[in-house]
């Protein structure tokens, strides 16, 4: 039995973007475990630190630790979705028209251009989490009464 040429341009790269996209998506749960991890420890710290004495201090770096960390983070996997979303991209392109083989991604966003690719949970999560740290920064800054004496 002989096996069939695969000279179609695009198909022999089939496997490799797929395993392109499977990497994009391990690196999305490890930066999304990270950004759980270290937002889960800032706000541990700062729930133990709120009444302390230098309080406020502890409490601004912690929020700017927080924002800086989870708005990083988000760009980051918005670099990621990008990653796949050129991926895809290029396979349509280039993908041969008699190809009957499963895709390359599980499931692929209905939109032509892919840009939901973008509005999904763990990049919304991200910069939710920033927003959370900013208000808590701006909430320390004017409106959380220490005494000078705590400082």
Known sequence: MSKIPTDQPGEQYETTVREMITREDELTNQRML???AFNGLLFAALGFA??????KFL??????LGVS????????????SNAQRRLLHWWHSNK?????GPGVMGYEPLDK????LYVT???????????GWLAILLFVLNYRNYSTSSL
Do not use: C, D, H, Q
């Open 96 to 100: 041969p028209n008699t190809y009957t």
């Open 50 to 55: 709120w009444e302390k004495p230098g309080a």
């Open 69 to 80: 960390a989870s708005f990083l983070n988000g760009l980051a996997l918005i670099f990621a």
């Open 113 to 116: 251009k892919r840009y939901s």
């Open 121 to 131: 949970p763990w990049i919304v999560l991200a910069f939710v989490l920033t927003a």
């Open 59 to 64: 409490a601004t770096v912690f929020s700017i």
């Open 34 to 36: 990270w950004m759980a």
